[in-house]
């Protein structure tokens, strides 16, 4: 049967028909979907993962114990995950482990333009790369089989317009497999220095093993076409190279890590001219250039931002330039919080307070943006109490009362927890704000461990965030609710004045989940001095016009910020 699918649905595909049955993952754009369609399969058992690390070591323990398994993430998830990643290519495996990696060239929701590639060859291991759907699926078997062949994990390193993107693909049948045997080795999986050093020998002939059966191995193959032009591609870029130059001869990677020499050295000979074309960092060409074959590419391409298949064409052929492909005709709309957001409210009083907002990654991000303008610093997750701390450290105990630290609820479990043990066990003094909206909300609404619910939306043990915060020793522990805004800001000026460590839960539900009739508001005329205050909150319902303000009542959801900061009384509910 065949099914249009997306990138990361058919990675789910795969791994069901590989017969995977443990998933452990942590959400992040664009890796999300996979996860979420492995939790469709009743034969796995998928689960989300506070973090990557964690996800990465229930995939590794159980692929030790003998189950084909999976854990998925963006590509800055395998930062997170690197300690455990980086000595499983030691340990090796024993039924096969995946870890399906997420880059996002171009950053289209991501902090930064990471390759992939390069962490799986600093830490040895296998990296396939496919280019649609159909190859998403397959390359999945494939990973399995050489993760089990060669006793190693394997990362499949995906992009986002790979993940993304629907194509056809064939779908088979799932190879049930029976549970391989566990026998205790220490020798093997006990990364202690006596044993990893004969590990480390290993890993290196099974990588020259690997190479040379990388030459033959069905994911690399040679497209034979004009000799003049030969394109060494792989994933997304394979895609754009064959629309813009249809006349090169190509060479395509599926295996990205390690590279298969033999098979370039003889494709190199037979070209003309050698184009290396890939999506970020020159990783094909800086390799190929070592071994004395001459190329470019990156040299035409650059390596910010992604590739499309204009550009090529303009860049290796002097077609004409097209603009920037992504944008032309499309309205700019840029990122803004939701009407009715919790984090609206949150940062309106941090912004009035003129306070040092060390924020983080989530929904609450875009209190970055005008008109709140309240954010900081934002690095990555969990950094935002880490960063507080240090703004203390340096500056000393009043600026740490102007200081303060803001993070979501799935980024407090994710990486904030330990943080905030930091600050606790080394006497900070500080403000951590929890801004609890019950639901990992950047990504698309996953459970997580605070809000009770799993990944299958069955009731789970509900993470206390109160009670944690008492029991790492923490006196000042406040809850509020942010669509209030006198007691908020009452709290924060409170709070911040404290010579101590406060913690503030910002909480209420993401507007997008909460299902009740709503009201909107409206804004009278005849009160409403078009004084500009109500902007200030930044709702995108609200809308200025010469006469004054209007609500868009088809956006609106009734949350009534306007209405608090409204010094007129000119925002009402509609039948008030
Ligand atoms: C290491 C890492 N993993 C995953 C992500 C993707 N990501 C961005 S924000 C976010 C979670 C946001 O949830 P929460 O903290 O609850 O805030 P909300 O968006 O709901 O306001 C995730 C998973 C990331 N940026 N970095």
């Known amino acids: 049967m065949k099914k249009l699918m997306l990138g990361n649905e058919a990675i789910a595909r795969g791994a069901y028909e590989s017969g995977v049955t443990v998933s452990s993952a942590y959400p992040g754009t664009p890796s999300t979907e996979i996860n979420e369609n492995v939790a469709t399969y009743k034969e796995i058992y998928a689960e989300w993962a506070p973090n990557e690390k964690v996800a990465v070591e229930v995939a590794l323990g159980a692929a030790i114990s003998g189950a084909r398994s999976l854990s ?140 040379d059966d990388a030459c033959t191995h069905p994911a690399n193959r040679i497209e034979w076409n004009d000799k003049k032009i030969g394109v060494i591609t792989s994933g997304a870029a394979y895609n754009y190279v064959k629309e813009a130059l249809p006349f090169a001869s190509v060479l395509k990677l599926g295996i ?137 450290k340096a500056r000393g105990k009043d600026y740490a009362k102007k200081t303060v630290a803001v993070l979501g609820d799935s980024t407090f479990c994710h990486s904030g927890m330990t943080g905030l043990l930091n600050m606790a066990y080394n006497g900070s003094v500080g403000t951590v704000i929890v801004a609890d909206n019950s639901i990992t909300g950047m990504t698309g609404h996953q459970n997580n461990p605070a809000n009770g619910f799993d990944i299958y939306g069955n009731p789970a043990p509900q993470l206390d965030l109160v009670k944690l915060c008492e029991a790492m020793g923490i006196k000042n522990v406040r809850v509020v609710d942010p669509y209030d805004l006198p007691e908020l800001e009452k709290t924060l000026r409170e709070e911040t004045a404290r010579e ?38 930044g709702c995108p319902a609200i809308i200025k016009t010469e006469k004054g303000v209007r609500i868009d009542d088809t956006l609106c959801v009734g949350c009534g910020l306007c209405s608090s900061v409204c010094k007129f009384g000119a925002m009402n509910m509609k039948g008030e």
């Not at 997170?80 to 024993?94: C, E, K, L, Q, R």
């Not at 204009?310 to 920037?324: H, M, Q, V, Y």
């Not at 913690?503 to 997008?512: D, F, T």
């Not at 409206?522 to 909150?537: A, E, Y």
């Open 500 to 537: 101590e460590l406060s913690v503030i839960i910002s909480r209420r539900p993401c507007a997008l989940i909460v299902k009740q009739k709503i009201t909107p508001y409206f804004s009278d005329p005849q009160k409403c001095k078009n004084c500009g205050m109500c902007m200030k909150i």
């Open 256 to 392: 990205v890590y390690p590279l298969p020499r033999k098979l370039i050295e003889e494709f190199a000979q037979q070209v003309e001219t050698l184009y290396v074309i890939e999506d970020m960092e020159p990783f094909f060409e800086d390799t190929v250039k070592s071994w004395g074959i001459d190329c470019s590419g990156k040299d035409k391409t650059g390596l910010q931002g992604e590739l499309f298949s204009r550009k090529i064409a303009t860049e290796f052929t002097g077609a004409p330039a097209a603009g920037d492909m992504t944008t032309q005709g499309i309205p700019v709309r840029p990122p803004v919080l939701c009407p009715g957001c919790p984090h609206r409210g949150l940062y309106y009083v941090l912004s009035k307070l003129k306070l040092t907002v060390c924020s983080d990654i989530g929904c609450y991000t875009l209190g970055a943006l005008a008109p709140l303008s309240a954010v900081d610093t934002t690095v990555c997750m969990g950094a935002s109490i880490g960063m507080a701390q240090g703004f203390e």
């Open 72 to 211: 998925c993430m963006k590509h800055v998830g395998l930062n997170v995950a690197s300690d455990p990643f980086y000595t499983a290519a030691y340990t090796g495996v024993n039924a096969g482990c995946v870890i399906v990696v997420a880059d996002d060239p171009g950053m289209h929701s991501s902090q930064d333009e990471q390759d992939t590639r390069l962490i799986a060859r600093s830490a040895h291991t296998p990296c396939l790369e496919p280019s649609n759907s159909q190859e998403c699926k397959d390359y999945m078997r494939y990973a399995y089989d050489i993760s089990e062949k060669y006793d190693t994990p394997v990362v499949v390193r995906i992009t986002t317009r790979v993940a993304h993107a629907r194509t056809v693909v064939d779908l088979g049948e799932r190879t049930e497999l029976p549970l391989r045997e566990y026998t205790k080795n220490p020798k093997k999986f006990i990364s202690m220095p006596a044993n990893m050093v004969a590990r480390h020998k290993y890993v290196e002939q099974r990588e020259i093993t690997l190479a």
